[in-house]
C-alpha cells in the first residue's frame, strides 16, 4: 500500500507538471523559447514574458516575469521568476525566487539556502532536499525514496518517500508514510555517478534541531533519541479524523448518486455479492492499465506539443498543450475519484444492504431505506479500515473489486439480480 501511494503521488507529479505548463503559453503573448547545450540567462537579463528554455546545462540568473518551464541534465535557477516554475531533468537547483509553486521530476532537487517559494513544492524524483535557509511559503509534497529538510516550510510536509529526516522548521504537520527501515535496504548506485547524492538510511529522523508545529502522523516511523520535543511518531494507519471525514464523504457521495444514479448503485452493488472475483480481476487489470497510461500519455503530449510548437514556431503549442493536459487532468481526476470515493461507496451500500436486510426484513424499498444501508455500511467499513496492519489492505480489496463491479455494471444491459435478502 506504501508503494502504491508513493507512485501515485509521483503520477500526480508528473500530471502536475504537465498542467503548470499549459500555463506557460498565454493566449496574448508569443512564450520566449531557447534551447541550446548550455544556456545561461544572463543575472541583467529580465524577460517580460513566459520562458520555456531547454539543454544540456541551463543556468536561469535572471528575472522572468512569468511563468517559467526549464529542462536539462543540470538546471540551475538562481533568478527571480515571478510566476511559477515547472522543471525537470537530472540534477536540479532552485536557489532564487520563485512567486508561485515549484513542480519538479527528476533524480534530485536541490532548494538552496537562498530559495524564497512563494507557493508549494511538488517533486517526484529520487532525492529531494531543502537546505537551511530556504523557504517554503505553502506545503511540500513528495514522492521520493528519501526527502530531507533543512529548511523551513510554513504549513505541511507530506510525503511518500522510503527514508525521511526532519532538520529544519515545518509550521504544520509532517504527513505521509516512510519504509520500515527493519525490512527495507538503501539502493544501490553505481560509485561516481554524475550528479550522485548522498543516500540515507530508510525510515523517518527527525532531530533534536527540528521544530514542528503540528503532529508527526507518519507510518512505519521511527524517531532518532533525542527527537523533538512534544513530537510523536507512530505507526498508525489512519487518524480518527480521517476517518470521520472519509465517513462524511462517502455518505455524501453515495447519497447523491443514490438519488440521481440509483440504478447504477443497485447493479454494481448485485455484481460485487455475485460476482466478487470476475469484479477484482477486473480491478486490478483497470488500475494497471491506468498507471501504465498516464505516463505514456504525458510523454505523448509533450512531443505532441513541442512538436505543435516547432511546426507552427509556438504558435499551436499553448493550445496543443491546454487542450491535452486538461483532458488528461479531467481523466486522472475522474479514475482518483470514482477508485478513492465510489468504489468504497458502492461496497459500503452493498454491505449496508445486506446486513440491513438481515435486520429489519420488512423495511420497505425506496430513497431512505438505501440512504440508511449506505450509513451502516459506510460505518462499518471505516470500523474495519481502522483496524491496524490490516485496514490498509481492506481498502485495496473495496477498491478493486468495487471498480471492477461499477465496470460490470455499466457494460451491463440489464439490472442483475437484486441482493439476496434473509429469509
Known sequence: MSNWKTWSRMIWGVVLFVLITAGLSSPVRAADFRSGDNVVIGAEEVIDDDLFVSGNRVEVNGTVRGDLLAAGAEVIVNGDVEGSLAIAGQTLVVNGSIDGSVYGGSYSLTIGPE???????????????????????????????????????????????????????????????????????????????????????????????????????????????????????????????????????????????????????????????????????????????????????????????????????????GNILGLGATALGFAVATFLFVLTIVTKAVVAFWGGRLLLARLSPQMQPGWTTDFLALVLGAFIYEILRAIPFIGWLIAVIVMIVGLGAIYLALRGEKEPVEVVTAA
Do not use: K
Open 115 to 317: 530559495a524564497e517559494v512563494g507557493g508549494n513544492v511538488y517533486f517526484g524524483g529520487f532525492s529531494l532536499t531543502t537546505e537551511s535557509g530556504s523557504t517554503v511559503g505553502r506545503s511540500l509534497y513528495t514522492g521520493t525514496y528519501q526527502t530531507i529538510h533543512n529548511g523551513e516550510v510554513a504549513n505541511n510536509v507530506e510525503v511518500g518517500s522510503a527514508a525521511l529526516e526532519v532538520n529544519g522548521r515545518v509550521g504544520g504537520d509532517v504527513l505521509g508514510e516512510v519504509a520500515d527501515p527493519e525490512a527495507t535496504t538503501q539502493p544501490f548506485f553505481m560509485p561516481g555517478f554524475p550528479g550522485a547524492v548522498t543516500i540515507i538510511d530508510p525510515g523517518l529522523r527527525v532531530s533534536d534541531q527540528a521544530e514542528i508545529g503540528g503532529d508527526v502522523n507518519v507510518t512505519m516511523a521511527e524517531v532518532d533519541e533525542g527527537g523533538a520535543a512534544g513530537v510523536v511518531a507512530f505507526a498508525a494507519e489512519t487518524t480518527p479524523r480521517q476517518r470521520l471525514g472519509e465517513f462524511i464523504a462517502l455518505l455524501i457521495v453515495g447519497g447523491i448518486l443514490l438519488r440521481f444514479w440509483p440504478g447504477l448503485m443497485r447493479r454494481a452493488s448485485a455484481e460485487t455479492q455475485a460476482r466478487p472475483l470476475p469484479s477484482a480481476g477486473r480491478g486490478c487489470l483497470a488500475t494497471l492499465i491506468f498507471f501504465v497510461a498516464v505516463p505514456g500519455a504525458v510523454i505523448v503530449l509533450i512531443a505532441l506539443t513541442f512538436l505543435g510548437g516547432l511546426v507552427t514556431f509556438g504558435q499551436l503549442s
